[in-house]
Nanobody, 116 residues
Framework: QVQPVASGGGLVQAGASLRLSCAAS????????LGWYRQALGQQRALDAQ???????HYADAVKGGFTISRNDAKNTAYLQMNSLKPEDTAAYYC??????????WGQGTQVTVSS
């Protein structure tokens, strides 16, 4: 069973940075598509950043220039570097892995709270 584990969330002040990690020991990252999503209270889950196996990235307009998605295939780990955080970035953040065989797996979420 593939179970991504997300970590790195926390309570920070506006303007701070955080780096989220997503590790999945039973899913080879090489060839997979990685994504980070956010879900604020009462809202639907939405894509923030995506990185495919070829290195192409996609970012939501709201995070362009502030968030960076990356991967370390040797460690089976994905990252989301979040800089210049704003109160509106407060949400639970989820990683998603789409494996080479088509299976889609969600991490459990890590909470990010940004105070003003």
């Amino acid at each position: 069973q593939v179970q991504p584990v997300a970590s790195g969330g926390g309570l920070v002040q506006a303007g701070a940075s955080l780096r989220l990690s997503c590790a999945a020991s039973r899913c080879p990252f090489s060839g997979s598509t990685l994504g980070w999503y956010r879900q604020a209270l009462g809202q639907q889950r939405a894509l923030d950043a995506q990185l495919n196996s070829g290195g192409s990235t996609h970012y939501a307009d709201a995070v362009k220039g502030g968030f960076t998605i990356s991967r370390n295939d040797a460690k089976n780990t994905a990252y989301l570097q979040m800089n210049s955080l704003k109160p509106e970035d407060t949400a639970a953040y989820y990683c998603k892995i789409v494996a080479t065989w088509g299976g889609s797996y969600w991490g459990q979420g890590t909470q990010v709270t940004v105070s003003s």
